[in-house]
């Protein structure tokens, strides 16, 4: 089948894979395609070793850490560093709002719940604590809709804090939460200590991790989201300007989050939209705030001049094809959720492949919308997308002699690997 890429010099390559066949867990390529299906097979093993002579000019950014990422589908135009484990300071909050919307879209919390001040979060993360706060009264109650307004506007760790004892009972609790969180989510190395990021050896995460946890927050909090975008906010009788400056810029800016630790440096985590585009971006371990904000405009540009969306296939379209054991059918075609898009350099020059990588052959029978496996798509030698494909359409059981013959055949296969195994 024609994918849909349409620019200058932009060349698609489909495979299709098995990466775990039921008779021998290896990496194999499989002609689990139809006759004139297209789709090309290419040894999984040389793909990391393509890289593109036409490299595009980096951002003109300073930071250490950085990545910039297509909301949409969480592909990622730029990367600097970014698997290394770091001290977030108040980008941590992030995953405090992150866990705290995730109660409220399940029903478990309400905005209208109250919480109480105690003293404990009175004194460390209060006004006698001298850190960024919303000034909660000591033994005063807060509901959750502006313990929230705190959290995200001002920055406020007493909101923090009384949030995760008004929901665990101790910040230690809640911290052990948020790890938990962390990883339902698709956080595999962030770990948490506290609600608020203050220094701690056990709250680090990863520039790319926090890139995907403003993603979630982004899609799926969208009635919630729009706090991030607001511009000030006022509690006991003391109003705080919004500390993102990316919001005064006119760049398209409505989020996130910016943090400083002496440990940490200056970070950021931001997102503009433009031309009905959205980019999140993370920079982290600058030496100034003027330097944050300088880095996190530059980024955001850089990625609106010189990206725009490409369609690899439309919606519904069949992208290629699971091999099928046992079945009235030898194979069944996969399609994704939606359309799939990326976004590609604007000058073209960049090459494409995209694989098709499921654990095979996948065993009769197999309903209509079954997940199989997951399309990932490659710019040069970078991953850029992951998107899950299920069956477009039923595969029923097949007689016995259809079994028959599949099982001698994944029998010999795998007689065949064990052999070239020792080899």
Sequence with gaps: MAALVKGPKVRLVVAAFIVAALCAPVLAATKAHRPGSGLAHRPASGLAARKDPAKKDDPPINAPHAI?????????????????????????????????????????????????????????????????????????????????????????????????????????AFAAKLTQRAREIGLPKSTFANSNGLPDPGTQVTT????????????????????????????????????????????????????????????????????????????????SPKERAEDGRKLLEWGFKNFEHRILFAEGQTIGYAKVFGGAESSVPLVAPGLVQVMMPKAGGDRLVARIVYNGPVPAPIAKDQAIGELRVWRNDKVIL????????????????????????????????AGAQKL
């Design 208 to 287: 790319r991790e926090l890139g995907i946890l403003a993603r979630q927050i982004i899609l799926n909090y969208p009635d919630l989201y729009p706090i991030y975008g607001q511009r000030d906010f006022t509690w006991n009788k003391i109003k705080q300007p919004n500390r993102n400056p990316l919001l005064a810029l006119d760049i398209g800016a409505d989020g996130l989050k910016t943090g400083f630790t002496k440990e940490a440096g200056y970070g950021l985590v931001g997102s503009a939209v433009q031309n009905g585009v959205r980019l999140v971006e993370v920079v982290n371990g600058l030496s």
């Design 386 to 417: 992951n998107m899950p494909l299920k069956a477009a359409e039923a595969v029923a059981q097949g007689s016995l002699s259809q079994r028959a013959v599949d099982a001698v055949a994944e029998l010999m296969i795998g007689l065949f690997r």
């Design 68 to 172: 910039l990422i297509d909301a949409e589908n969480g592909s990622v135009l730029f990367e600097r560093d970014p698997d290394v484990m770091i001290f977030p300071a108040s980008l941590a909050k992030l995953m405090t709002a992150e866990y705290v919307f995730h109660l409220i879209k399940t029903g478990k919390l309400n905005l209208t719940d109250e919480f109480p001040v105690s003293e404990n979060a009175w004194r460390k993360g209060g006004a006698p604590s001298r850190t960024s706060t919303m000034f909660a009264a000591l033994h005063s109650r807060i509901s959750v809709d502006s313990l929230i307004h705190g959290l995200i506007i001002q920055s406020a760790n007493d909101a923090c804090i009384v949030l995760a004892e008004g929901l665990e009972g101790t910040e230690a």
